[in-house]
């Protein structure tokens, strides 16, 4: 599920990705750089069980993840 100016910059409020097993958080990064309306650098945190996964993290079928973009406030 993705957040802030990234939901709108996917113009949804979730997506389901289809890919070849096994698939890492960095498989899913660079998946999301085809978008045009996300910048490539944008750094997106991927969230998964209320903690962080790093890139190395395999994502397994049926998991569902939380894209963060950065946040600012006050």
């Known amino acids: 599920m993705p957040f802030g100016i990234l939901k709108d910059s996917l113009g949804q409020d979730w997506f389901q990705w289809e890919h070849e097993a096994p698939a890492t958080v960095k498989d899913l ?28 993290f395999e994502i397994k079928d049926g998991m569902q993840l939380y894209l963060m973009p950065p946040v600012s406030g006050g």
């Open 29 to 56: 990064r660079e998946w999301l750089k085809q978008f045009p309306n996300i910048h490539p650098q944008l750094p997106i945190a991927v969230v998964f069980d209320q903690a962080y996964q790093p890139d190395s």
